[in-house]
């Protein structure tokens, strides 16, 4: 049995998390915890599953590190420093891994794997993320990553910069700059997770489009990343190492 606690178990993907984790045959929440409550409860642990806030996200994982317990990491909000940061507290604590996902829902990853795949086809790539209004994040991570593998196809490829002749721009009427691919962001109630990814080229374009329809959609996901971190040495970012993509 594979011993979890949750960290923001009273949270939106947290309450989901807990209840995937006490149905899992293999496994045993030991610890469900919240704003407010001691961390220390989570010494019982051998994963520590974290759906809290940016704003909290780096401590618990420090926390997670410095006592021996594999974090597996959905909170948003993490950059390249953060994520060194991350990757340092694991070298001072070999044999700690920590994976961080933005995103634990099957089809988003492979929405953005196959925006990875087709970007070296086209001139041009925007993204539109939207989401519940009670988001603290913007963009999306989901929608930060995808920029991320989105860049890295084009500069692998040699592609010059995406055409756009704006020269006259009201601030923030053309997205956030993320790796030179915009992002847009909506936040609108009555939407929990979406994204879009457009493509252009010459008198084509390819959209690409994930929705998400609940919350327990992640916990596949974050249950794979549970059974598995403990054999990803160091730090692995994004659920698609663990998927034979
Ligand atoms: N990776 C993914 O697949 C995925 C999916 C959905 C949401 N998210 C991210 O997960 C995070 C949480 O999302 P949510 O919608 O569940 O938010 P939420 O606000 O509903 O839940 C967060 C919970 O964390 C608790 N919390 C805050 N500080 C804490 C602390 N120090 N210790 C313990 N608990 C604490 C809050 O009280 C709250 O109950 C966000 O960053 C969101 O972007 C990621
Ligand atoms: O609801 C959220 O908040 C979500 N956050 C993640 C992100 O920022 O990409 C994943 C989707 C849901």
């Not at 010494?43 to 420090?62: C, G, I, Q, R, W």
């Amino acid at each position: 049995m594979i011993r979890v606690g949750v960290l923001g178990a009273k949270g939106r993907v947290g309450v989901e998390v807990c209840k995937a984790v006490h149905a899992a045959d293999d496994m045993e929440l030991v610890a469900a915890i919240d704003a407010g409550d001691p961390i220390d409860a989570l010494s019982a642990a051998e994963v520590v599953v974290d759906f809290t806030h940016p704003d909290v996200v780096m401590d618990n994982l420090k926390w997670c590190v410095e006592h021996g317990v594999h974090p597996v990491v959905g909170t948003t909000g993490f950059d390249g420093s953060r994520l060194d940061t991350v990757r340092g507290w694991l070298a001072d604590n070999p044999g700690v891994n920590a994976l961080i996902a933005p995103n634990f829902g099957i089809a988003a990853v492979l929405m953005m794997h196959f925006a990875q795949q087709a970007a070296r086809f086209f001139e041009s790539v925007e993204i539109i993320e939207l989401h519940h209004p009670n988001k603290a994040d913007a963009p999306s991570g989901t929608a930060r990553r995808t920029a991320e593998l989105v860049a890295e196809s084009r500069r692998k490829a040699g592609l010059a910069p995406m055409p756009d002749a704006t020269t006259s721009e009201l601030p923030g009427a053309r997205g956030a700059d993320v790796d030179g691919v915009r992002v847009h962001g909506i936040r609108l109630a009555g939407l929990i997770a979406h994204q879009e990814v457009l493509l252009g080229g010459d008198g084509e374009t390819l959209t690409l489009r994930h929705d998400t329809m609940n919350r327990s959609s992640f916990t596949p996901g974050v249950l794979l990343g549970v059974r598995r971190v403990r054999d990803l040495p160091g730090l692995t970012v994004g659920l698609e190492h663990l998927l034979d993509l």
